[in-house]
């Protein structure tokens, strides 16, 4: 495609319905996993959508650098090792690998950064360092709380719905120790048999939203052009993280563009471990072709909700079997190409991309399997 043909297309993309001004690098933050269970394919569908969103802005122009972190120090995880009898560090190695090892199979990109909680737990004591002394955290009995009793308006949200969020995530709302309900922990103390690191407040941990937000600054620095997870993410983590970045650094706002991955569901419930209705990334992979199972999670509009089926499974293959086979042919068309680029930069149009490329054939095609992976 000539210079003039590709900025038609490709000066920006469109997120959410809003355009995005290309620059380079594009940064984006990929909220990682909690490394206490395998991969299921509501973690695989926010993780490969975020490989596609790089890969875009890549045949955008773009250069990209990417950061998925890994939370490899949570309550969550640590429960998960003493039931197991292990040590919570040495179980959060091997979940990763399991981990590794799908996206790997889903032809996930490895990120330029993948970035350890318990390696940032210094930027996490600088963090609530810089809060206080600008005044949006405050120190009691040898935690750090960060003030947040204007996230949940800022987010759009009452402060009911805010309420019910933040419990489904074991946000504490009592408020007992704290100024408001919605402030959240910077810093936790940590009891003799818990995770602890020192501070200045004496040993403690650090909070979840805090980590994101220290990881974020660590390796992207103030601001990001694309904060990627799942939708429920969105409040409070994503929500907190930004306050807190924005709180620290005066810089604002945290990211350019949100991209929160639709949720998938099994019979209308959220797949999630707390509801035990997973399906595994390894099973379906024991039973399917990986193109196939990445195009389940890619042939839909990206926020959607959808509801898995395993019998959806054998129409993307049938897709895909047609789509590599108009790739064969040796028809060569910049218009198709063109129009391929334009679906994908609108919003990452995987259904609208896959049409021109099974319509058109040839490079069109290709350009399709090639940049969502699939070939």
Known sequence: MDHHGRREYTDRIRLGGAALPIVSPARLYVCGITPYDVTHLGHASTFVWADTAAAVL???????????????VDDVLTRAAVQRGRHYDEFALEQEYFFGR????????????????????????????????????????????????????????????????????????DGLDRDDPFDV????????????????????????????????????????????????????????????????????????????????????????????NLVLVSDLLGHHPAASVRLLLLNRPWQQIWDFRASDIAAQTNQLDRLYAAAGTARSSQAATAAVTAALVNDLDVPAALAIGEDSGGDAARLVLRTLSLD
């Not at 949006?136 to 960060?146: N, T």
């Not at 949940?152 to 805010?162: D, I, M, Q, S, V």
């Not at 040993?203 to 979840?208: I, N």
């Not at 937000?213 to 907190?240: E, K, N, Q, S």
């Open 58 to 72: 890549r045949l955008a122009g773009a250069e990209t650098v990417t950061c998925r972190n890994v939370t490899d």
């Open 102 to 173: 799908d996206m790997a199979a889903l032809r996930v990109r490895r990120p330029e950064h993948e970035p350890r909680a318990r390696h940032h737990v210094g930027r996490v004591v600088q963090l609530a360092s810089a809060l206080l002394s600008t005044g949006h955290a405050y120190h009691r009995d040898g935690a750090v709380y960060f003030r947040g009793a204007d996230v949940p308006t800022k987010t759009g949200l009452t402060l009911e719905r805010a309420t019910e969020l933040a419990t489904e995530f074991g946000d504490r709302l």
């Open 185 to 276: 922990p910077v810093w936790r103390p940590s009891a003799d048999d818990q995770p602890g690191w020192p501070s200045p407040w004496g040993r403690g941990r650090p909070g979840w939203h805090a980590e994101c937000a220290a990881i974020a600054l660590g390796t992207l620095g103030p601001a990001v052009d694309i904060l990627a997870g799942g939708a429920d993410l969105t409040f409070p983590h994503h929500a907190y993280q930004a306050a807190m970045v924005e709180a620290a650094t005066g810089v604002g706002p945290f990211a350019r563009a949100e991209f929160p991955v639709g949720t998938v569901t099994i019979h209308g419930v959220k797949m999630a471990k707390s509801t035990g």
